[in-house]
Structure formats: C-alpha cells, structure tokens
C-alpha cells in the first residue's frame, strides 16, 4: 500500500475561483473554532456536477460545494436540500461526513454552499492511484460490499432520521421517465435516434412502483470513501445531492447504469466509470442476483431499470455537454461529453434488442 494514496485536490480551474476576502471571513463567523487561521483553497478535480473544494484551515479540512457557474436547473444544484439530507442522515447512517454550515447569502460566493468535514480516504476513479494494486479477490470483496452498502442505505429509516417527507413515492416511476425526457428534449443538440428510441421504449414498458426507500441516485465508485488499509471497507459515501425517498429499484438501476462488464464493447469499456471491469468485479448480472438476494425485492424487471439508468446518465451527459457548448462551463472534460450520450444510446439499444442487461456484444 502507498504512503498516501488518498483523494487529493489540485488548484482551482480558472473561472471558478472562491472569493479570497469574503468566504474566510464568512468561515470565522459561523465556525468560531478555525480562529484565524488562513484558509487555503484548492479544487476536486473530479465530478460533472456540483463543484467541491477542499478548504484547509491549519490543521482543520474541510469541504465545501458549491453549484457550477452558470447552472440554470436549479432542482439539480439545491445546496439547502443536500445539507438537509446529510444533517439528517448522519444521525442514522455512519457513512456520510458531517456537515457543518449552510449559506444562502449569494453575496459571498455568488451562489448557495454548504460546508462539510471532509472524509479522509481512497476514492477510485477511472485512473487507479499511484501504489495501489487492484487485484481480483479485493474487487470481488469491494463489489460485494458495494451491493451490501446499497442495501442497506434502502433500509435506513427515514422516518428515525427526519426524512420522511424528503420525496413524493407515489408516482416516482413514472414521474422519472418523463422528467428526464423532458430534460433530454430541452437539452438536445444532436440528432440521436437511439437516445429517443430508449424514451419511448421506457414509457411504453413503465413498472408500477416497488416499495419506497431512500434512494442515493448517483451510486458509483467513485462516490465511495475507502479504507486505506482495507479498499474493500466502505467508509464514506458522497454527493448525496440526487436523494429521495422513491423506487429503490431505480437507485439499482442507476448503480448497474454505471456499471461496465469486462465483455461490454471496448468504447464502453473507455467511459469514465472506474474499475468495475476488472477482474474480481461481480458482473451486472451477479451485482442484481446479489441484490435481489439480500434485499428480497423482486427483480424480473430489471431490463427497464437498466435501460433506464442508460437513457438517465445519457441525459446527464447531454446537460453537461449543453452547458458547455453554450459558454457556461470551459471544462474541456466536457467536450467529448456527446460521444458519452451517443455510446449509452447504443448500449441501450443492444440491451432492448438482446432483453438482457449482460452480455451485449
């Protein structure tokens, strides 16, 4: 194992800097206990939404997030929402930091933000840190532990922690389906058939809602704080800003939507979605067994939450790209964000065709 194979910052993308005068001076007053210490600001470089910071403040490190200069959907960037959900649910699920602030006076950062302690460990993305060697029994232990995790966060007890009313249940299915189509329609730039193809389909092949649950909605590696001295131990898990109380099967969905298999076409297998493809990993299919195993929740739809979480992360991807092309982010990540919609339309496509969520090539 490295001596540091954490999750590091690095400096601040030009056009999203922090006001230096304002936001230290705001910190002082609401957190007496960083006295006057300077505060260093850095950037997390990864992420396609909401922007994070990390502030140091002497000893003290903190997180702080903010939503993208020039967002306009303001439902996905609610900064009020995020740290409601996690002064709640810290109190009854132990892998979420702590949060410390909340502050809807625009005219410090130009924007709401919450800050956040920071939790300190290994978070995997699509480059593996420097030392750290991923081999095929940690995967099958983290795999399987991710799906233990997702489990139970859809058995919290909302009603215990105070989020009882966070989301509206009744209806979520169907509500997701059309509001995500209704995003891809405002975001469109492109002529991409397989895209629509996969809304209609979904629309045609709606479920009638499962059992509500807490939902995460962006469940993924590289959401995941890991042990350092046990990658397959999840002790955090972040961006909590998607939550509600709704279908947990769509929450699976998603997980499985970000979930690349070793046998997946090779321009799949590029996306940015971490290592799920090495060896070790559990398959989509065997994370669904696994699943439906632990949670009892009946699974023999589990094509249209696949798809669904396709056509989703397609529509995600398809904002981003938008924004960028309009002039509000200068990312050049997000240039190439149209080939990512174009390939998830495929894989949606292959996997209507084939009625499988495995084995598409």
Known sequence: MPTDPLDHPTAVRPGEELDSERLPAYLRAHIPELGGAPVEVA??????SNLTYMLRCGERELVLRRPPFGARIKTAHDMHREYHILSRLVKVYPRVPRPL????????????????ERLRGVILRSATPAGVELSPPLMRALSESFVDNLVQIHAVDTQAAGLGDLGRPQGYVRRQIEGWTGRYVNARTDDIPEVERAAAWLAEHTPPDSAPALIHNDYK???????????????????????????????????????????????????????????????????????????????????????????????????????????????PRFAAMIHGVRLLGTMATLAIEKGRIDQLT
């Open 101 to 116: 602030l909340y502050c809807d006076d625009e005219s410090v950062l130009g924007a709401p933000f919450y800050v956040m």
């Open 221 to 331: 590696y590289d959401n995941l704080v890991l042990d350092p001295a046990d990658l397959s131990r999840i002790v955090g898990v972040l961006d909590w800003e998607m939550a509600t109380i709704g279908d947990p099967l769509m929450d699976l969905g998603t997980s499985l939507g970000y979930w690349v298999d070793a046998d997946d076409p090779p321009a799949v297998r590029m996306l940015p979605f971490g290592p799920t493809a090495l060896p070790g990993n559990l398959s989509r299919r065997e994370l669904a067994q696994r699943y439906a195993e632990l949670s009892g929740r009946d699974l023999s739809n589990v094509l249209f939450y696949y798809v669904y979480a396709l056509f989703k992360i397609a529509v995600i991807a398809q904002q981003i790209y938008a924004r960028y092309k309009a002039g509000h982010t200068h990312d």
């Open 43 to 48: 950037q997390f470089p990864s992420g396609h």
